[in-house]
C-alpha cells in the first residue's frame, strides 16, 4: 500500500508537471525553442529533487538529462481522425493488448490516429483513450532511436491525464512536438508500471528529437 506522505508526493509531482506543461504552452506560442528549454530545465529539476521522482534516490543527486537539441523540424500538427465505433455496439475498439513494463495494462480504448509528415512517407500513429477516472488521451510511440539513445521500448510525446499536453491549433489540430518526447518512468526504474507503445505504433525512422537516455 502507498503510504501517505508517497500519495502527497505524487500528487504535488502531477500538480508540478500540470504548471509547467501550462507555462509550455504560453511560451511555446511565440517561441518554441524557449519554451523547450523551460521544461528541460523543469524536467531536470524535478527528477533530481522531487521525492516522487522516477530516478532512483541514490542515482538522482548526479541525474543530468540529456536531449538532442531543439529542432523545429520535429514540431507537427495533426488532426485526430476519430475512430469509428463498433457496429451496434456504440463503442470504440479496446486496446486489449498494449504491451506493458509490469504488471496488468490499463483499460484502453482506441479513440483515433493521427498521421503526420516525417521522412520516408506519411507516418500513421494510434491515439488511445484511458478508460478510467483520469480519462485522457495518450501517444506513446516507437522510432528507430529505441534500444540504443532512447528507452527500447519506446516514448510518450502525449499524455493529457498527467498534464503532459502541448495543446490544440486554432484549427483544432493535435500540438505533437517531437522535441518534448519523454521516457516513460521504467525507463529510469524498473519498478515502474508503464504502458508501452504497441506494434502499431512505430515509425521506421530515427526521430532525433527529445529526450534520451544517452
Known sequence: MTSQ???LALADWRRRIAELYAEVRRASATDPAAAHAIWRAEREALYRGHPASPVPIGERGGFRAVHWPYADAWRRTARLE????????GTRP??????????????????????????????????LQVLEYAGGIFLPFGDATNGSATYAAGRYVLDTAKGADLGVTADDELILDFNFA????CAFDPRWACPLAPPGARLAIAIEAGERLR
Open 82 to 89: 476519430l475512430e469509428e465505433a463498433l457496429s451496434g455496439t
Open 182 to 185: 519523454f521516457q516513460p518512468s
Open 94 to 127: 479496446t486496446i486489449a493488448l498494449i504491451p506493458m513494463s509490469t504488471g496488468a495494462p490499463p483499460p484502453l480504448e482506441l479513440a483515433g490516429h493521427v498521421t503526420l509528415a516525417v521522412p520516408g512517407g506519411p507516418g500513421r500513429l494510434p491515439v
Open 5 to 7: 506522505p508517497d500519495l
